[in-house]
């Protein structure tokens, strides 16, 4: 039977793209390196011996293959950042949702075909804090013969943030676990794994640009920090947003763009007409309103420079031209934040549309932000209180990872004992979120889900809390793009606010940022089946809970089902 099924789907497939999809395949092997910053080496995990690792290209309608060894000594998977994997849920990546870990020793292939997507995405280790430095970019080319809508870039070059710990990432995290208290701050943050001049020791480790005058250039962001939204600006070179998270928008043009963790944003850059030798700084710094000393507050630099085109090679840093700056905003600049990503609009053309869901069948209200749990031993943790540790829920309920994962328990039937399907809708005891906490702040424990049916038009309305601090939560779900319908600040009001979405043209995307001490309304239509992990991208949250998951079920129809699990999927 799943053997007809995949071969109905395969002619499909040929008689349609036949001429156009091809396979691409990657393999990525998983092993430790030493690699030397801030003025000393450490050893870390890596793929293909590359830091940031490797590039995956496809273009949209592409099979890609990417055959994953793991010769490292930590349990592995890999996440597909932002790929939609219909129905090819197995291959999506998170440990433990939808797949056990690739152990050492092991490999695993992971196969998804990208579908209605072009522009940037990326992908990264979903497991523990390995991100911090298994992350490289995704580039979706749109079909051959299919331009950009806007004027095509002379190059296209990727820009990956990144944040450096001298410490081994899985000792700070394993250590901020055991004490209850927030883990130890990044040294640096790195654009392209390089930390830059205004570190020490770092000179020599800094991303250069070179740009020929009046050339277009299509920078590829990607914010793959862990802890960290970031600000970036160029000295003097305005930025023209053409595409966030892998969907073109109405162009914008700023100074500086705001990019949290899991976020992607390609913008178009035009050099000046003819400046030889001129060098201008670009920046990235952390937004933030946690509490100084509780993120790293430095700031990375890169250095765009012009190159002479009559002779490209002789191009250096002429000492008479000041190396410029930009300005960034404050670290705190909420106002900022909300401006920009205000600006932010699908295209919504006939060719590139806008698929809002204009009637609801499932409406959520879920609170996100920090909470506590009791210290095991009295008045010996690190949390906000010697006898609290640090906690994050959704509804109030801290997501604890089964071991077991859930996609398979979920396809097999045998859920009874791994996870329960009474996620709360809306919170169980309201409260004035963004207001003075309540003096309870514990939270509860579980694995629990939502499960929706094959079709289910949702509104998930995320409500950031003040609980310990508000702060922003950069909110990524997995196997669906979502539109942002509407953000405020406050408590969300259900009766006003809904008049105020945006259902002609929002931004659609898989990561959004939760405003601090406010509120963001999303629409998806629950049409991939599968179970699909949605989680804080703060990997400190992730780890403290700041996590749940959705089954979607099945459809009637053939084409509406899970794909059946490949043979080389890890157990547990
Ligand atoms: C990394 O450095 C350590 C200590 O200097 C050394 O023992 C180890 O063999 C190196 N590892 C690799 C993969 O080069
Ligand atoms: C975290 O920082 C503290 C204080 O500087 C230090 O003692 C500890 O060793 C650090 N932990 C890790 C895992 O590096
Ligand atoms: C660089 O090193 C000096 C001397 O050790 C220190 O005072 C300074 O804070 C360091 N700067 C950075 C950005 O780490
Ligand atoms: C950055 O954080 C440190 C504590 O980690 C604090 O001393 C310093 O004032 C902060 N700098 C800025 C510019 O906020
Ligand atoms: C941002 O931080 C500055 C300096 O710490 C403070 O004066 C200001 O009130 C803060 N602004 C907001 C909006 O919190
Ligand atoms: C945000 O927009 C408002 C209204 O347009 C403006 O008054 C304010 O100065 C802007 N703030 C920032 C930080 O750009
Ligand atoms: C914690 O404190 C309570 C009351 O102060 C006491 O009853 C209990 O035995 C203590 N537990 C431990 C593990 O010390
Ligand atoms: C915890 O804090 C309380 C009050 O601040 C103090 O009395 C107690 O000694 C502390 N316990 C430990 C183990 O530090
Ligand atoms: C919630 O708290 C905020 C901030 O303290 C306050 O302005 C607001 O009036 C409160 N809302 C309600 C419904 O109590
Ligand atoms: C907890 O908060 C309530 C108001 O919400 C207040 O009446 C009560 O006194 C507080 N309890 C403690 C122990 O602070
Ligand atoms: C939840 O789990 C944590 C450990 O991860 C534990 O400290 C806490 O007591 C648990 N809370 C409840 C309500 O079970
Ligand atoms: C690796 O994954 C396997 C399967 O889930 C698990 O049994 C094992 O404990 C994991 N190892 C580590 C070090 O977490």
């Known amino acids: 039977m799943a053997a007809i099924l995949v071969a109905a789907v395969m002619v499909v497939v040929l008689s349609v793209n036949a001429a156009e999809s091809s396979t691409v395949e990657y393999q990525f092997d998983v092993a430790t390196m030493?690699?030397?910053r801030l003025c000393g080496s450490k050893s870390i995990v890596a793929v293909n011996g590359q830091f940031p690792g490797p590039t995956v290209s496809a273009r949209e309608g592409?099979?890609?293959?990417v055959r994953v060894v793991n010769k490292a000594q930590y349990n592995m998977s890999i996440h597909w950042h932002g790929v939609r994997q219909i129905r090819s849920g197995w291959a999506d990546g998170p440990a433990y949702i939808t797949q056990c870990p690739i152990q050492p020793g092991q490999s695993y292939v992971y196969k998804f075909t990208v579908t209605g997507q072009r522009g940037t995405l990326w992908w990264h280790a979903h497991i523990s804090w390995l991100r911090a430095t298994v992350y490289g970019p995704i580039v979706i080319l749109p079909k051959l013969g299919v331009p950009y809508p806007f004027a095509a870039p002379y190059k296209e070059v990727p820009l990956m943030f990144g944040e450096w710990w001298k410490a081994d990432t899985e000792a700070v995290i394993s250590q901020a676990l055991q004490?209850?208290?927030?883990p130890n701050v990044s040294d640096a943050f790195t654009i392209n794994g390089l930390p830059g001049p205004l570190y020490n020791c770092s000179a020599k480790d800094t991303f250069k640009l070179k740009v020929k005058p009046r050339k277009t250039y299509m920078l590829r962001i990607i914010n793959a920090a862990l802890n960290d939204e970031l600000f970036f600006s160029i000295a003097g070179h305005p930025l023209t947003i053409v595409d966030v998270d892998a969907v073109y928008i109405k162009p914008i043009t700023v100074e500086t763009l705001i990019i949290t963790p899991g976020q992607t944003t390609n913008v178009l850059l035009t050099a000046k007409p003819s400046y030889p030798g001129a060098t201008y700084y670009m920046l990235?710094?952390?937004y933030s309103t946690a509490a100084s000393g509780t993120f790293d507050n430095t700031t990375v630099a890169g250095i765009l420079e012009y190159v002479d085109p009559s002779s490209p090679s002789s191009a250096g840093f002429n000492k008479n031209l000041p190396l410029l700056r930009p300005t960034l905003p404050q670290i705190n600049d909420t106002s900022f934040v909300s401006n920009y990503t205000d600006k932010l609009r699908s295209l919504?053309?006939?060719e590139y549309p806008a698929a809002v869901p204009q009637e609801v069948d499932r409406r959520f209200f879920f609170t996100v932000g920090l909470g506590t749990h009791p210290c095991a031993v009295n008045g010996t943790c690190q949390g906000p209180t010697n006898d609290s540790r640090f906690a994050a829920a959704v509804n109030n309920v801290s997501f604890v990872l089964p071991t077991t994962a859930l996609l398979q328990s979920h396809y097999t039937g045998m859920s009874n004992g791994v996870y329960s399907s009474n996620f709360p809708a809306v919170p169980k005891s309201p409260f004035n979120y963004t207001g003075t906490p309540p003096n309870n702040t514990n939270?509860?424990?579980?694995?629990?889900?939502v499960v929706?049916?094959?079709g289910d038009a949702v509104e998930l309305v995320m409500q950031g809390t003040s609980i310990l601090g508000a702060e922003s939560h950069p909110f990524h779900l997995h196997g669906f793009n979502f539109f942002v319908v509407g953000q405020g600040f406050g408590n969300f009001d259900p009766v006003h606010d809904p008049a105020k979405y945006n259902l002609v043209d929002p931004v659609e995307r898989n990561t959004v940022g939760v405003p601090a001490a406010?509120?963001?309304?999303?629409?998806f239509r629950a049409d991939n089946p599968g179970v699909w992990f949605m989680h804080c991208h703060l990997e400190v949250h992730v780890s403290w809970g700041l996590k749940m998951a959705w089954v979607v079920q099945d459809g009637s129809l053939p084409e509406q089902k899970l794909l059946p699990p490949p043979s080389d999927l890890p157990k547990c």
């Open 179 to 182: 004490t209850g208290g927030g």
């Open 518 to 523: 406010g509120w963001v309304a999303i629409r």
């Open 443 to 449: 939270v509860s424990n579980g694995t629990r889900l």
């Open 348 to 350: 919504a053309t006939e």
């Open 452 to 454: 929706l049916s094959y």
């Open 34 to 36: 030493n690699v030397t």
């Open 284 to 286: 990235a710094a952390p």
């Open 62 to 65: 592409d099979l890609v293959v």
